[in-house]
């Protein structure tokens, strides 16, 4: 969810443990204020972790986001063809069969 709460430093004193356990099931971030001046973040381990990786990636890697960037361009140039697709131009018509039941097994819900 990942949504993101304000309150004053005193009001998230008082609810500490609220917090806690409101960041730990829902994945909420809190943004605690000190006359009206964001000061602090309370966010979950994980999500602090995450973000901790993340910078120490970027730190060493300092040209990795321009380098993405660049990927998913090229990416956005390409034509793809579906796989089914391009075992027929091939001339595997049974594989491609084989190939769209599997998928369309796939995406069948399932009865109970």
């Given at each position: 969810m990942n949504s993101?709460?304000?309150m004053p430093i005193t009001e998230g004193r008082a609810r500490l443990y609220e917090i806690a356990e409101s960041i730990s099931k829902s994945g909420k971030k809190y943004v605690l204020t000190e006359r009206g001046r964001p000061t602090l973040v309370i966010m979950s381990l994980a999500e602090y972790e995450?973000?901790?990786?993340?910078q120490d990636l970027m730190r060493n890697f300092p040209r990795l986001a321009q380098e993405l960037y660049e990927r998913s361009k090229d990416y956005e140039k390409v034509d793809f063809v579906p796989l089914a697709s391009a075992l027929r131009q091939k001339g595997l018509n049974k594989i491609a069969q084989r190939y769209?039941?599997?998928?369309s097994n796939r995406n069948t819900p399932k009865r109970k």
């Open positions: 993101k709460t304000t995450g973000w901790q990786e993340t769209e039941k599997r998928l």
